[in-house]
């Protein structure tokens, strides 16, 4: 169980992981694994569980036409092995890096930015 929303852990693929982001989608999943795996974290990411849906209407009497279930976009959780891992923290506590030296900021992290502007605070922009 979370402490709070910013630090959940949960069981992925049979490891208790620290949850790094849910529901993204595959190319999210590249990104976020590229850049925690270079700051030293082994990274899991399992499929998402389907959404749950409300059941479909019964058809009205003499009706036998029923309408097919709308395609399931395919989204992972991605987690890291080290269950203390904040997301927060570790941006906003400036701790991981990008390949080129720079401090992830929180556009980078949020791939806002192609490359990483660590020069100025997140606080100092206007």
Same mark, same amino acid.
């Given at each position: 169980?979370? !402490?709070?929303?910013?630090?959940?852990? /949960? /069981? !992925?693929?049979?490891?208790?992981?620290?949850?790094? /982001?849910? @529901? %993204?989608?595959?190319?999210? *999943?590249?990104?976020?694994?590229?850049? !925690?795996?270079? @700051?030293?974290?082994?990274?899991?990411?399992?499929? =998402?569980?389907?959404?749950? $849906?409300?059941?479909?209407?019964?058809?009205? /009497?003499? +009706?036998? &036409?029923?309408?097919?279930?709308?395609?399931? $976009?395919? &989204?992972?959780? %991605?987690?890291?092995?080290?269950?203390?891992?904040? &997301? *927060?923290?570790?941006?906003?506590?400036?701790? !991981?890096?990008?390949?080129?030296?720079?401090?992830?900021?929180?556009?980078?992290?949020?791939?806002?930015?192609?490359? =990483?502007?660590?020069?100025?605070?997140?606080? +100092?922009?206007?």
């Amino acid at each position: 169980m979370a !402490l709070n929303k910013n630090h959940e852990f /949960e /069981e !992925l693929g049979g490891v208790k992981c620290g949850i790094v /982001e849910k @529901n %993204v989608k595959p190319e999210r *999943v590249a990104f976020l694994k590229d850049l !925690l795996e270079y @700051n030293r974290f082994t990274v899991i990411a399992v499929p =998402s569980p389907a959404p749950k $849906a409300a059941p479909a209407p019964k058809p009205a /009497e003499g +009706e036998t &036409t029923a309408v097919p279930p709308p395609p399931v $976009a395919e &989204t992972f959780t %991605v987690g890291v092995t080290d269950y203390t891992f904040n &997301t *927060v923290n570790a941006i906003f506590g400036r701790t !991981l890096k990008t390949k080129d030296g720079h401090i992830v900021t929180q556009a980078y992290w949020n791939q806002k930015e192609a490359v =990483s502007d660590d020069e100025i605070p997140y606080y +100092e922009h206007t």
